[in-house]
């Protein structure tokens, strides 16, 4: 079965400088979120969109944006990005039906910021 | 605010033995609730849920969680526990926002050790 696909898997940067993570979301699931887990923390909400439309905002800073295009993949857009953005980035998708449905992971990209 | 606690950091189990990873809620409304297992260098994976119904609900491999409204507690079991369980397992809420029931929220997590 089709799974979330992140892209790319593992991000370096440097201080100051910018990083895009992609997500492309299970066929036909209309929903995407971006979490951030950081070293030994549990993973935190940062924002989600239903049918391209922000749905919903967390703990996102102001650094960083997301969108969802017609394709229904996302991507979230890290600027002046600080050593403590170092984490990994899970996004996952929900199928129609909204509250009743379990959220499914993609494997993460893992930010590295020097 | 929602919220969930896992009390225990690691879990140690001998295999075979029965486990249980312990969950408690804060939620306001009903509670959806979910369990999710994360391998080392993985993403999180789906065990089960709560929404309504049967206070035992059964999931993928082997995993059943029962729900207790009077103590808000959600905690995932096991009649047998093998060596493969051993990972980081995580009870989820859904709340409630000003977008509708978008987010999970996270308890810290619980490391599972089974051992041979």
């Known amino acids: 079965a089709a799974g979330v696909i992140q892209s790319p898997r593992h991000l370096i940067k440097e201080k100051r400088e910018t990083a895009t993570l992609k997500c492309y979301p299970i066929?036909?699931?209309?929903?995407v979120y971006w979490y951030q887990q950081g070293p030994g923390q549990d993973p935190q909400f940062l924002i989600s969109f239903y049918e391209k439309m922000q749905s919903d905002k967390g703990s996102i800073p102001d650094r960083f944006s997301a969108q969802q295009f017609s394709d229904y993949h996302s991507e979230l857009n890290m600027s002046s990005l600080e050593l403590g953005d170092s984490a990994l980035y899970f996004c996952?998708?929900?199928?129609?039906?909204?509250?009743?449905?379990?959220?499914?992971f993609g494997p993460g990209t893992r930010l590295t910021v020097l | 605010a929602q919220s969930v606690a896992q009390p225990e950091d690691q879990v140690n189990v001998a295999e075979g033995n029965p486990l249980t990873v312990k969950c408690t809620y804060s939620v306001s409304g009903n509670p959806y609730l979910f369990w999710y297992v994360q391998y080392p260098n993985r993403g999180l994976q789906f065990l089960l849920k709560?929404?309504?119904?049967?206070?035992l609900v059964k999931g993928s491999y082997g995993f059943e969680a029962e729900f207790n409204k009077s103590q808000t507690s959600f905690h995932l079991k096991k009649p047998s526990a093998l060596v493969s369980d051993s990972a980081l397992y995580f009870c989820?809420?859904?709340?409630?926002?000003?977008?509708?029931?978008?987010?999970?929220?996270f308890g810290a997590g619980t490391r599972l050790a089974v051992h041979p």
């Open positions: 066929p036909r699931h209309d929903t």
């Open positions: 996952a998708s929900s199928p129609p039906g909204g509250t009743y449905n379990e959220q499914f």
């Open positions: 709560y929404i309504t119904g049967d206070n």
């Open positions: 989820a809420v859904r709340a409630p926002s000003a977008g509708g029931y978008n987010k999970l929220i």
